[in-house]
Nanobody, 119 residues
Framework: QLEFVESGGGSVQPGGSLRLSCVAS???????IGWFRRASGEDHEGVSCSRSDNLSTVYADSVRGRFTISRDNAKNTVYLQMNNLKPEDTGVYHCKALCLIGSYRSTNWGQGTQVTVSS
């Protein structure tokens, strides 16, 4: 059974950067891995996904050009580099073995990592 541990969140000012990490136990290199975020009071939103070949990535319109997803299969890790952060990027970020952009509702999430963007 896959389990994910997310880290790398923090508090930054608008325009700042963070790099999130998602370490997966039971990781297999042929899995698609997606990053999701949940703003307070909202459903989760899929913002980016890396398909197994590391050459196929998908982004939500709201983050395209600012976020970059990458993976290191040898380390069972998927990263999300977030640049030029905006207050609307604030939320708890999770990863999941699912490639989906947009709203997604589930109760099965790890602890996540909090990202707060404010001045």
């Amino acid at each position: 059974q896959l389990e994910f541990v997310e880290s790398g969140g923090g508090s930054v000012q608008p325009g700042g950067s963070l790099r999130l990490s998602c370490v997966a136990s039971g990781f297999t290199s042929d899995l698609a891995i997606g990053w999701f975020r949940r703003a307070s009071g909202e459903d989760h939103e899929g913002v980016s996904c890396s398909r197994s070949d590391n050459l196929s990535t998908v982004y939500a319109d709201s983050v395209r050009g600012r976020f970059t997803i990458s993976r290191d299969n040898a380390k069972n890790t998927v990263y999300l580099q977030m640049n030029n952060l905006k207050p609307e990027d604030t939320g708890v970020y999770h990863c999941k073995a699912l490639c989906l952009i947009g709203s997604y509702r589930s109760t099965n999430w790890g602890q996540g990592t909090q990202v707060t963007v404010s001045s």
